[in-house]
């Protein structure tokens, strides 16, 4: 009996030392710097929103000076991990390069701080335009909407794993879908809202049966793991993989407004407040693609033969039916010149998913020029959507004849609203959309998609025909008062004959800022392409 009580005795410290070690794996540390950009933003919507109910009506300017000073200072927490090797909540609780094999939920590598730049940066200028647009919204909830959905753009592109993905996904949608019907008694707002949330949710339900499909077949759900495993599927278990890659694509593409998903886009960019339309066609459209980047070249390479073919065929699709659409908008319609700019960036999200679908066929580096196409495009598309902001201070139904004469008018405005369009259509002094462009065209070739080239070239040149068209309404002479016109207007006309000076109505100054940065950064950009175009030629993961 003695030698059993002895071994027993000695076991004891065995089992509690393997219990102790187990306890302290499941305690992973933190890495609080890499996680700060997605956090401080979503801690300053939770300031924002309790502040609200302290503050007087005449004091609720406040809150967007608030939510400005939460996106500046998560912009600046990006500095210190410019080296792009910060990862947490890893499986073997520590934090690892990119570079390592260790499985984490949480990378910030070079692709994850270029995106989120993108996207806190996007919503600053977002921000910015709303600042004199909220006096007839309900401010409080606004800011808190606006800071809650970029909290989830900036997570989602430092997501490895597919639950994250998902979280963060859902995160940035369910307050832009308040935030485009957030106009109270407004129809076409509350109809825009319901369409996108319907869709969206749809969507969402299609993806995440993907992702069970996903996890049914290979029992994780980290990125780099569904990779490894991927490349060794069991036969019986080979249509389920597939299916389940197929479908997750689904919500990815609803998120970019990838044809046939993109039925939501006019009604919701004309519905809803123009500063969210502008965050939709900007932000939502980056976290989209962020995504599918992620599942796609992380996730999915064993099965680019699936998902390859797939998005060469939407790539076409999507930018042959915006170019489409947008050369059959009526010039004199109300609101024409929003729903140009949604057809527009529907045409534009074909162009971007035309590197992620050659990636399939050689190198991912040429994710890269998804990035780069990215970062010009937001940039000159808020640029447009802020002059869009400033005429309809003026005409309120913003159609693009409302644009006629607005050289005479605004010229700055006229100018920065010239320079944007000629760089979405690639066209000098655009330079960074020429060279953009050229190098989306370039991966193509290069991936052997020489059908896909050829129809992107195609689609150029129609979208040339409504970029220009626009262009030229600008630097027309003013619509004078005909002969038809309402006794009215022509009792206004002075006895000389001579044509009035048109009413100024004060811009404000916040709105004037984001004309100018977008502006000035279209300008560096174009005198200095490389500055986005370097990502085109390096691997960013």
């Known amino acids: 009996?003695?030698?059993?009580?002895?071994?027993?005795?000695?076991?004891?410290?065995?089992l509690v030392t393997t219990a102790a070690e187990s306890t302290t794996s499941l305690i992973q540390s933190v890495d609080w710097l890499a996680i700060a950009p997605p956090v401080v933003v979503a801690a300053m919507a939770l300031i924002v929103l309790v502040t609200d109910l302290f503050l007087p009506e005449r004091r609720k300017p406040l809150l967007g000076a608030l939510?400005?000073?939460g996106l500046v200072?998560?912009?600046?927490?990006?500095?210190?991990?410019?080296?792009?090797?910060?990862?947490?909540?890893?499986?073997?609780g520590t934090a690892t390069g990119p570079g390592s094999a260790a499985a984490c939920s949480y990378t910030a590598d070079h692709f994850a701080l270029v995106i989120q730049a993108l996207v806190l940066g996007g919503a600053l200028?977002?921000?910015?335009?709303?600042l004199g647009d909220t006096r007839s919204l309900p401010a409080g909830e606004f800011w808190f909407l606006l800071l809650a959905s970029a909290s989830g753009a900036a997570l989602l592109p430092a997501a490895r794993d597919l639950a994250t993905l998902v979280v963060a996904l859902e995160v940035a949608s369910l307050p832009a879908f308040a935030l485009v019907g957030i106009k109270r008694g407004d129809r076409r707002s509350s109809e825009a809202a319901l369409k996108f949330f319907l869709s969206s949710v749809v969507a969402t339900a299609v993806?995440?049966?993907?992702?069970?499909?996903?996890?049914?077949?290979?029992?994780?759900?980290h990125l780099t793991e569904i990779a490894a495993r991927l490349d060794?599927?069991?036969?019986?278990?080979?249509?389920?993989?597939?299916?389940?890659?197929?479908?997750?694509?689904?919500?990815?593409?609803?998120?970019?407004?990838?044809?046939?998903?993109?039925?939501?886009?006019?009604d919701t960019y004309v519905g809803a407040p123009l500063p969210i339309a502008a965050y939709l066609s900007v932000v939502g459209k980056a976290v989209g693609f962020s995504g599918l980047i992620l599942v796609t070249v992380i996730a999915f390479p064993a099965y680019a033969d699936v998902w390859g073919p797939a998005l060469a065929v939407l790539a076409a699709l999507t930018m042959t039916i915006g170019n489409v659409a947008a050369l059959r908008q009526n010039a004199g319609r109300a609101r024409s010149a929003v729903r140009l700019l949604a057809w527009s960036s529907v045409a534009q999200a074909g162009y971007l998913l035309v590197p992620i679908a050659s990636a399939a066929y050689s190198s991912d580096e040429h994710i890269g020029s998804t990035v780069a196409y990215a970062l010009m495009y937001a940039v000159v598309n808020l640029g447009a959507f802020a002059v869009a902001a400033l005429v309809s201070r003026t005409s309120p139904g913003n159609r693009i004849t409302d644009y006629r004469g607005l050289y005479a008018t605004r010229p700055i405005a006229a100018l920065a609203m010239a320079f944007f369009l000629l760089c979405l259509a690639g066209l000098p002094p655009g330079i960074i959309g020429l060279f953009a462009k050229v190098t989306v065209f370039s991966a193509a070739v290069d991936a052997g998609l020489g059908w896909l080239a050829v129809v992107m070239a195609v689609n150029v040149v129609i979208a040339l025909y409504y970029y220009l068209q626009w262009t030229a309404t600008l630097f027309r002479a003013p619509a004078e008062v005909s002969e038809e016109a309402p006794a009215t207007a022509r009792e206004e006309t002075p006895a000389d004959g001579a044509v009035p000076a048109p009413t100024r109505h004060g811009t404000p100054a916040s709105l004037t800022v984001v004309i100018a940065l977008t502006a000035v950064a279209g300008v560096v950009l174009s005198g200095a392409p490389q500055t986005v175009l370097r990502f085109a030629a390096v691997n960013l993961f």
Request: charged share 10%.
């Open 67 to 69: 939510t400005i000073a």
């Open 73 to 92: 200072a998560a912009l600046a927490l990006l500095v210190p991990l410019r080296d792009g090797n910060h990862s947490t909540f890893c499986l073997d």
């Open 207 to 221: 993806m995440l049966l993907g992702v069970s499909f996903v996890y049914a077949t290979t029992g994780t759900l």
């Open 125 to 130: 200028l977002t921000a910015l335009l709303s």
């Open 232 to 266: 060794d599927v069991p036969g019986q278990l080979d249509t389920l993989a597939k299916a389940g890659v197929a479908l997750t694509l689904v919500g990815f593409a609803f998120k970019t407004a990838a044809a046939p998903f993109h039925f939501w886009v006019p």
């Open 1 to 14: 009996m003695t030698p059993a009580v002895v071994t027993a005795g000695a076991a004891a410290p065995d």
